[in-house]
C-alpha cells in the first residue's frame, strides 16, 4: 500500500502524517508513507485544502485530519481483499 | 443566568463590594468570558455545520464560469463559506487560476475569506451585538468586491509568477460527506478553534475588563472620536502586527469604543486585523510578484481607510 500525504509544511500535515504512521501500526501492515509538499504536486491531485491524504493513487480525505480510529477504518477499507 | 453566576462569584464567593472597582472589573470578566466561549463553541459548530457543504474545490467550480462583478459578488460571499486557511492559499490561488477564475474574482474570495471569518463574527456580535456583526460582514463584503474589481480592472495577470500558469490540476471525486461525518468535522474544529484562542480571548477581556473599570469615561473622544482625523491611519498600521488575533483584539477594541472610539475608527482597526496579515502576504510571494503584492496591499489599505472615514463622517 502507498499512501501519500499532500501538503505544504503545515501544523495539520504533520498532524495527519503522526495518526498515519499510528493507524499503520495499529493494524500491522506494511505501507509506504511519502509526503508531498510541492504545489505542483498537491494540485495534480485535484486537490486545493491541504492536508489531504491519498491511498494508491487515490484522494481519500480532503482538508481534515482524522482521529485514530477513523484513520484505521479507512486505511482497512483501502486494503487490497 | 450567566450574569448571577458571575454576580454570585464575585460578590459572594469573593466577597467583593458591588461599588469597587475590582468588584465590578471582576464581575465584568467572569460574565463575558463565560458568554464568549459558549458563543464561540456554539456559533462556530454552527459555521462549521454549513461549510461542511462547501470546500475550495467546489467554490472553484462555481467560479470557473463567472465574468466580472457577478464573479466578484459571488467569491465574496463564498469566501465567507468556505473553509479556508492561509496555509492553503497557495494552492487555492493555483487551482483558481488554473479552473480560469479571472483574477479579480481570485482576489475577491481571498479579502474576503479571511477578514469575514468566523471568530471575529462571534466576538464582535458578543462584545458589540448583533448590529455592528451585521455592519461588519457587510462592509467585509463590499470591499471583497471592489477590491477584486479594481484588481481586476488593471489587467495585471502579467504579475502573477510564469509557473503558476503551467501547473495543470487533477480531477478527484471524493464521497460526500455523512451527517456523522459533518458533525465530526464540525466537532474538532470547534475544539481545534478554541485551543488556539481561548488564551488570547481571557488576556483580551481581562485588559478590556481593567480598562472598563479604572479609565475615565470618554477619555478616548478626543483622540480616538469621529473627529480625529489621523486615528483611522494610525489604527490601521497598528492593526497590520496584530494578525490572527481577532479573538484577543475585539474585547479592548470594544472597551476602546465604549470610552470614545469612533465606529469607523473601530471597523477599519479590526479588518487592518484580519485582512492585512504580513504571513499571508509571504505566503501569497509563492505565486504573486511583489509589485502586485504591493497594488494588493495598496489597494486594500486605501479600501479600509475608505471605510473608516465613511463611517466617521456618516456617525458624525
Not at chain 2, 455545520?49 to 464573479?71: C, Y
Request: hydrophobic share 55%; net charge positive; glycine share 8%.
Amino acid at each position: 500500500m502507498k499512501v501519500k500525504i499532500l501538503g505544504s509544511g503545515c501544523s495539520n500535515c504533520a498532524k495527519l502524517e503522526k495518526v498515519v504512521r499510528q493507524a499503520i501500526d495499529d493494524l500491522g501492515i506494511v505501507a509506504d508513507v511519502e509526503k508531498v509538499q510541492d504545489v505542483a504536486g498537491i494540485i495534480s491531485y485535484g486537490v486545493m485544502s491541504t492536508p489531504a491524504l491519498v491511498i494508491d493513487e487515490q484522494v481519500k480525505l480532503v482538508g481534515k485530519v482524522p482521529n485514530r480510529v477513523r484513520m484505521v477504518e479507512i486505511l482497512k477499507e483501502a486494503l487490497p481483499q | 443566568m450567566l450574569q448571577a453566576f458571575a454576580d454570585f462569584v464575585t460578590f459572594k464567593l469573593f466577597k467583593l463590594l458591588p461599588s469597587s472597582r475590582l468588584g465590578t472589573a471582576l464581575d465584568f470578566f467572569i460574565n463575558d468570558t463565560l458568554k464568549i466561549f459558549i458563543m464561540l463553541a456554539v456559533i462556530i459548530f454552527l459555521v462549521s455545520l454549513i461549510r461542511s457543504f462547501f470546500s475550495p474545490e467546489r467554490t472553484r467550480k462555481i467560479l470557473s464560469q463567472k465574468k466580472e462583478f457577478v464573479g466578484n459578488v459571488l467569491a465574496a460571499l463564498l469566501g465567507i463559506v468556505t473553509p479556508f486557511c492561509s496555509c492553503s492559499a497557495v494552492p487555492v490561488f493555483i487551482g483558481f487560476v488554473e479552473a480560469g477564475v479571472p483574477l479579480g474574482v481570485t482576489f475577491s474570495f481571498l479579502i474576503s475569506s479571511p477578514m469575514v471569518n468566523e471568530v471575529a463574527l462571534v466576538m464582535l456580535w458578543g462584545m458589540f451585538g448583533w448590529r455592528i456583526a451585521a455592519i461588519y460582514i457587510a462592509t467585509g463584503v463590499i470591499v471583497a468586491i471592489v477590491g477584486g474589481v479594481i484588481i481586476g480592472r488593471l489587467k495585471l495577470e502579467h504579475l502573477v509568477e510564469e509557473y503558476v500558469y503551467d501547473i495543470k490540476m487533477g480531477e478527484s471525486e471524493l464521497a460526500a460527506m455523512t451527517w456523522r461525518e459533518r458533525v465530526d468535522y464540525a466537532w474538532s474544529y470547534v475544539v481545534d478553534i478554541l485551543k488556539r484562542v481561548w488564551l488570547y480571548v481571557i488576556i483580551g477581556i481581562a485588559i478590556g475588563g481593567f480598562m472598563h473599570g479604572y479609565a475615565p469615561a470618554n477619555f478616548l473622544v478626543k483622540y480616538a472620536g469621529p473627529g480625529s482625523w489621523y486615528a483611522v491611519p494610525l489604527v490601521v498600521a497598528i492593526g497590520v502586527p496584530l494578525y490572527s488575533n481577532a479573538a484577543g483584539i475585539i474585547p479592548i477594541v470594544n472597551v476602546l469604543f465604549e470610552k470614545g472610539m469612533a465606529l469607523g475608527t473601530v471597523l477599519a482597526f479590526m479588518m487592518s486585523v484580519t485582512a492585512l496579515s504580513l504571513p499571508e502576504m509571504i505566503i501569497l510571494r509563492k505565486v504573486l510578484k511583489p509589485k502586485l503584492i504591493g497594488i494588493f496591499v495598496g489597494i486594500l489599505t486605501v479600501t479600509i481607510l475608505f471605510v473608516g472615514y465613511l463611517f466617521n463622517w456618516i456617525m458624525h
